[in-house]
């Protein structure tokens, strides 16, 4: 009786992150590491798939942090009921073939938009670390026992944490956008904005803002 070739058994780890120099959009590499407990079975591909949480609730957060953060969970007292898990992406890579073990880096584009609930949270925390959870499916292909080409399937069990150190995040968006940040606005605001800076011959958007935002009072004064 011939043995039974064996399925390929791959674990997901997480050894660290950074960001993608000259990227054309902020990019951070997740170093992944990909091993299979199935010695000596050849590996030829494997189309994986990602979904990436931000587990909020596992840690713990400053005042000042609890501030930035109420337009996404409200005040402090109520995020018993509204602090949550946050899907922040997905991201997809094909994987080239390995044996026994392999570093990849699972690259995951980044953006700046403040309508963007991700955006609100990572620039939100002023230190310490972004809890994530990295959700794995996809496709292995790898070699059966007569060589041929075999098929399997990766199930959404395949799952890692990882806690992104902030800085690594703040740091990329200081290099692409260097004292500066952007908002999305609607076509009409955007629109009405803009006539008034024609109409009052004001040569920056920064002025413009300075100019119809109100003038906080000196407290004390």
Sequence with gaps: MWPVKLMPDLSFKVE???????????????????????????????????????????????????RNMLDLFGEPGRWSQTLRSLLWTHASMVVPGFEGSTLADLLVPCTF??????????????????????MFSGTVFYAGEDGALQVAPISWEQETPFRLPQSV???????????SAWLCLRRD????????????????????LERVLPVEETVGS
């Design 189 to 208: 605001v955007f629109e009405r904005l803009y006539h008034y800076k024609i109409q009052h011959g004001i040569p920056t958007w920064e002025q413009v």
């Design 16 to 66: 660290g992150a950074a960001a993608v120099e000259f990227a054309a959009t902020p990019t951070l590499a997740f170093k992944l590491r990909i091993a299979n407990a199935v010695a000596g079975e050849t590996i030829h591909t494997v189309a994986l798939r990602c979904q990436i949480q931000i587990e909020a609730t596992r840690r713990r957060y400053t005042a000042e942090e609890q």
């Design 113 to 134: 938009d403040f309508n963007v609930a991700a955006t609100k949270y990572f620039e939100g925390l002023t230190n310490g670390e972004i809890p994530l959870r990295l």
């Design 169 to 179: 995040w703040r740091e990329m968006m200081s290099s692409y956008y260097p004292n």
